[in-house]
T-cell receptor, first 115, second 114 residues
Framework: KAGVTQTPRYLIKTRGQQVTLSCSPISGHRSVSWYQQTPGQGLQFLFEYFSETQRNKGNFPGRFSGRQFSNSRSEMNVSTLELGDSALYLC??????????????FGQGTRLTVV | AQSVAQPEDQVNVAEGNPLTVKCTYS??????LFWYVQYPNRGLQFLLK??????LVKGSYGFEAEFNKSQTSFHLKKPSALVSDSALYFC????????????FGPGTRLSVLP
């Protein structure tokens, strides 16, 4: 069974640009969540999508957005990049049932560097 | 609001000795607790979870964790550490009565010395 796939693995962007990251969840998983990992702030929740709808959202500015397609694949977009957006962005998939007991499976992440 | 504390940034243990990585949590509802491990330049790998039932939970790679409701703790343990266990460990909580996302602790770096 294939795991969670994130592309690309590494990105270098310039301040002010925008970037799109992609995540393909495990087959059959309908929930995709995104997390930002930085040395200073640790792991922070960005948002969760379930059945093409945003179900939950963290405390990030509107420059961070996402979407989910009918095949459960998800993309996140960051516009007007800032140096502080440099981070490892992790995608997690799970079955999506609302009880919350299912563990999430993480991709290897996309390392974004803003210069 | 949910929160997780991992009071030790770094834990050093000799190979073959038992290890403990500590975690305490705060939630308003029923806690769903998880442990994940992260190796360099990798995503997080699931180790184990506590939802309900027995307070001692067994997981992958010989790890186990003990849920203590009165102390609001969920410490990760392994009877005999391996050098290959050296990694970054994260405790996470999800409030069963509220939200769906994880709140992660800051992480504890485990170094197992040969």
């Amino acid at each position: 069974k294939a795991g969670v796939t994130q592309t690309p693995r590494y990105l270098i962007k310039t301040r002010g640009q925008q970037v799109t990251l992609s995540c393909s969840p495990i087959s059959g998983h309908r929930s995709v969540s995104w997390y930002q990992q930085t040395p200073g702030q640790g792991l922070q929740f960005l948002f969760e999508y379930f059945s093409e709808t945003q179900r939950n959202k963290g405390n990030f500015p509107g420059r961070f957005s996402g979407r989910q397609f009918s095949n459960s694949r998800s993309e996140m977009n960051v516009s007007t990049l800032e140096l502080g957006d440099s981070a490892l962005y992790l995608c997690a998939s799970r079955t999506g049932e609302r009880t919350g007991i299912a563990e999430a499976f993480f991709g290897q992440g996309t390392r974004l560097t803003v210069v | 609001a949910q929160s997780v504390a991992q009071p030790e940034d770094q834990v050093n243990v000799a190979e073959g000795n038992p290890l403990t990585v500590k975690c305490t949590y705060s939630v308003s509802g029923n806690p769903y607790l998880f442990w994940y491990v992260q190796y360099p330049n990798r995503g997080l790998q699931f180790l184990l979870k506590y939802i309900t039932g027995d307070n001692l939970v067994k997981g992958s790679y010989g790890f186990e964790a003990e849920f203590n409701k009165s102390q609001t703790s969920f410490h990760l343990k392994k009877p005999s550490a391996l050098v290959s266990d050296s990694a970054l460990y994260f405790c996470a909580v999800r409030d069963g009565n509220y939200g769906q996302n994880f709140v992660f602790g800051p992480g504890t770096r485990l170094s197992v010395l040969p």
